[in-house]
Structure formats: structure tokens, C-alpha cells
């Protein structure tokens, strides 16, 4: 067990749990902000941070260098879209980087920068190391069970997005009535779901998986109590999830919202 680790902080409230839930485990956490994307709550949680832009990737290496950092987690989402900014400062390493893969898709430039920095002698540690109870077991999580036409949703749409997610283009499809009302890409799965009640109204089924060769180190489904917020407010009926492999930030608070706006919390 490594007794200090860096944490590199996307944005949302994963890379707080897994920091409070390092410490809590007597684990000293040196941590690396995103100023574009991480929460400044992060600051309370862990020992030390420090602060840089998504695309400073020289001042990274430097700054774990200085920290002797021997092992990191890669937490939170840093939203893709960034490196394709004009006002986003990207350094000469990073822009070598970027230049020496054969696309620019998610899993391409986060695998690189893994590689990177196991090249640099630092291990890139799977990111639920320490939160193996946020991981829902099969079944049916809430007391709102869904219906028939829900399940057939499901079923219907997790084998569309398994393929949408082996292509890389994103993790969560949209549906209702076996009728694919959006596919998740570089916006994100908040913006998918937007996009797809304009569609299907009340009622509509998100549906989000694993990809086929997930890469459990740095890329964790994740849903919390925002997700089921914005459910609400689309009137949507169901969020499916993939059992064991889809971290459920602030779980009780989660499935108490679900209940509350009666929701349906599914684990396939």
C-alpha cells in the first residue's frame, strides 16, 4: 500500500471522494488542479495542491518531479473540448504530444499522457483503488421500479451505446420507445440528455456503460446527485448503469433524490 500519492482532479466531486477517502486511510495526497475544470473545495481534502492549466503538461511533469510523486490517480473528467480552445494556453510538450497520435479522441490522448508518465517512472493507479463500496451491484437500485417499456429501453439502448463506447465517441445513449433520441460525444452526457428531452419529452431512458476495454486507471463512468437533478428537470423516467464498473458519487444522497422525484436507479 503506497502511503502517498498524487491525484490529478478533473472536475466534479470524484476527485474530492477519492481524496477524502485516501486520507482517510491515512494517505498523504498531493494534488494537481485543473484551473479550467477542478472544484477549489478539493483544497480542504488533500495535503497540498497545486494549480495549473489543462494544457501545461512540461509544469506537470516538473511539479510531481519536485514532489518525488511515485504513484498517481487520474480523477474527474477533463473535458476534451479543452485542448480545442483557442484561449487555452497548450506548452510545447503537451502540443508534441497531441501531434504524435493518430487521433484526438479521449482514450488517445489520456493513454498517452498515462504512458508518459509511467515512461517517467510514475505508476498510474487504477482510480476506485480505495472506493470499491461506490460501485452498485446488479439490480435495481431505487424503490421505483421501472416498467416494461423502460426495461425494453434498456436493453434496447446499452447494446447501442457498448458499440457507440467501443468507438470511443462517448459512454451514454438516450432513449424512449426503442428510439435512439441522442448519443453522447465531446459534449458530455449532461448536454446529451438536454439535447435528447427536446425530443422525447417526458419519460426519456439514459442508458450509460463501460467501453469494451475500459480503462479503469483513469476513466470511471460517473453519476451523482447532479446527474438525477438534471433527470428531473428533463422529466426523464430511468438511468441505467453498468453494475460494478460506474462510480455513484454521494450514493445515499443519489438514490434519495431518485426516489424523491421518482426515478428510476437501474444496475445492468
Known sequence: MVNRIGLIAGNGRFPIIFADSARKKGIEVVAIGINEETSKDLEKFVNKIY?????????LLKILREENIRSIVLAGQVKHKLLFDKNIKIDARMQFLLSSLKDKKTDSIIGAVARLLEFKGIKVLSSIIFLSEYLPKKGVLTKQLPDDRILKDIDFGRKIAKVIAGLDIGQSVVVKDRVVLAVESIEGTDEAIIRAAKYGKEGIVVIKVTKPRQDMRFDVPVIGPNTIKLLQEVKAACIAVE?????IIDKSETLRLAESYGISIVAV
Open 243 to 247: 453494475a460494478k464498473k460506474t462510480l
Open 51 to 59: 494549480w495549473l492549466g489543462v494544457g501545461e503538461l512540461d509544469r
